[in-house]
């Protein structure tokens, strides 16, 4: 399945030049998924795809994560593990890395990168019927009409117990992951869009800790549905 949809968005992304903003209405539709760690984001957003493409099986919702790192990688000859290293540092320019720029002829900078890597979300989020957790979607995408911007937040307490069940750790590691991953995706939002990440916004915000998963999902439909990103419910 992975190989068929890392195939899919290099041929998309070769075929057809990004959508400018004067068209970016007509693109999508484009649900964004952003979370703070320890929300549990993937299985929901896969949850969220499985009920959709339940109801209508003649469009096809996909869950895009770390496949912007793989295509991105494809695209600039690159590991997809260096990829996300480097939009993860919080300190760009090291000694090393000065050297390295300068005697590789194959480096890549992280603006390299990061214009890729829009292109890439953009282009993902234009054809449509997708599910863009995290990777800044909801800021690249922001001028598509046909979009749904959300956010999970949770109390520290709940997330912590989450990464602890899911990652086996102890409470002062589970603590230390969360602000460890947080740090990682704000350098990620800072590389990609090169401006102030506080103008960032959302359609809803839900509390992770108030909510099933099967009643998180339901809300999502129903405010996609209000959207007319899908048929009405």
């Known amino acids: ?3 068929l949809l890392l195939s899919y968005l290099s041929k998309r992304i070769t075929e057809t030049e990004v959508v400018k903003k004067s068209v970016a209405p007509v693109a999508g539709p484009v649900i964004t998924f952003s979370r703070e760690v320890g929300c549990n984001g993937v299985k929901l957003a896969n949850m969220i795809a499985a009920r959709l493409n339940a ?3 003649e469009f096809k919702w996909k869950v895009i994560s770390k496949e912007v790192f793989e295509q991105s990688a494809t695209e600039l000859k690159m590991d997809p593990e260096q990829i996300r290293k480097t939009m993860q ?3 760009k320019f090291t000694f090393e890395e000065m050297i ?3 005697y590789d002829k194959h480096y890549k900078s992280d603006l390299t990168i990061g214009n ?3 292109r890439v979300i953009l282009q993902i989020a234009t054809d449509g019927h997708c ?3 995290g990777r800044a979607g909801h800021i690249i995408a922001q001028n598509i009409k046909n979009a749904l911007h959300f956010r999970l937040i949770a109390p520290l307490e709940y997330r912590i117990n989450t990464i602890m069940h899911n990652n086996h750790l102890s409470h002062q590691d589970a603590h ?3 602000n460890k991953v947080e740090k990682e995706r704000q350098a990620f939002r800072q590389a990609i869009m090169k401006k102030d990440i506080q103008t960032e916004m959302f359609d809803i915000t839900l509390n992770r800790a108030a909510f099933s998963d099967d009643e998180i999902v339901e809300l999502i439909e129903f405010a996609a549905a209000k959207k007319n990103l899908i048929d009405k419910i």
């Open 100 to 102: 390295k720029a300068f």
């Open 55 to 57: 109801k209508n099986p």
């Open 89 to 91: 540092q919080s300190e």
């Open 176 to 178: 230390h992951f969360i």
């Open 1 to 3: 399945m992975g190989n």
């Open 131 to 133: 599910i863009i957790v």
């Open 116 to 118: 890729t890597m829009k």
